[in-house]
Each structure stands twice: as C-alpha cells, then as structure tokens.
C-alpha cells in the first residue's frame, strides 16, 4: 500500500531515542524526504554540533537551530528529526505545529543510557556525571515532550525497522497527517 504523507512529521525526544534512525527508515517506508536538522546546521557551519556549543554557545546554537527547522518545515513534506532540545522552545513547538505535527519517540531513561554512554558526540553531556546530567534532561524534558500530537513508545529489542512500522501505524491515525494512497 502507499502513502501519501500531507505535512512534514517532525521527529522529537531525547538523544538515543532514535530519532534519526527511525525517522531515516519512516521515510524510507513511505517514500518521502528525510531531513536532518543537526545535520543540515552542521553542513552549513562546517563544523560539529558539538564545536558550535564550545565555540559559539548554545543560545547561538538554538537561534541557527530554529532557522533550519522553519526552513525545513516551508518545503515538501518530510519525516525531520531535530535534536533533543529542539522542542524545548515554545517557538520551535508553534512553527511544528503551524506546518507539521509533532511525533514523540519516547524511550525510558535506561534505554537512552543503553545507547549514549558509550558515545562523546553529545555536547550536553560532558559532565562529571552523564548519567544525572541525561536523568536531569530527561525529567525537564518529558513534560514538554508530551505535548507533541503523537506519541511513539520505543521499546529495546525492537529493530528500527520494526519502530518504523510502529511510527507508521501511528500516523496513519491521522487522517490530516497521512492517507493511504
């Protein structure tokens, strides 16, 4: 069956929840564009995420970070996935919601530790103590994350593909969102 998705869906949640790699395979699943902002800001500074952070700061950083995610929003629909602490901002929130709909990829705190420990790409995270730092994020975060429009559990054991398919079934709830073509 195919599908014919009518707003860009915009990937949310915290790092390690999955967002890049299933929303590479949701797109994939209903052949549409998919876009990444934190690589799409990379690109276009030339340098990592993480040496934006050290170099220019983090406000500098969610200032080029919403840019690129009203940008990506104004073109043909997509699956997006933004960083973490891109849905933290009310006006990130009202540009998704203006263009798209939020989905919510919700991982428990020790599933995201099983997939950031081991990892020194994640800028926020260079503490002496990652994990009260990523249970200290994750508590900020998860009431504002439960606003997006749909939520996704991630469950380990599941494979991205298998998540995918469990991001499409819940899309295609959605009748504004995504038809069956």
């Not at 800001?41 to 934006?52: D, G, K, L, Q, S």
Request: no cysteine; hydrophobic share 45%; charged share 30%.
């Amino acid at each position: 069956m195919g599908w014919k998705l009518k707003k860009s869906v915009v990937m949310v949640g915290m790092m390690g929840a999955g967002k890049s790699a299933v929303g590479k395979a949701t797109a994939q699943l209903l052949d549409v564009p998919f876009r990444d902002s934190d690589a799409e800001i990379e690109a276009a500074a030339n340098m990592t995420i993480a040496e934006i952070f050290a170099r220019d700061g983090e406000d500098f950083f969610r200032k080029k970070e919403r840019q690129v995610i009203a940008r990506l929003l104004e073109e043909t629909p997509s699956i997006l996935s933004t960083g973490g602490g891109a849905y933290m901002s009310e006006e990130n929130r009202r540009l998704i919601s203006d263009h798209g709909a939020a989905l919510w990829l919700d991982a428990d705190l020790d599933l995201l530790w099983n997939r950031v420990r081991h990892r020194d790409t994640r800028p926020l995270l260079r503490t002496a103590d990652p994990r009260a730092t990523l249970r200290d994020l994750y508590d900020r975060r998860v009431p504002i994350y439960r606003m997006a429009e749909i939520a996704v559990q991630s469950l380990p054991g599941l494979s991205v593909h298998e998540m995918a398919g469990r991001v499409v079934e819940a899309l295609s709830e959605h009748q504004d969102l995504l038809e069956a073509a």
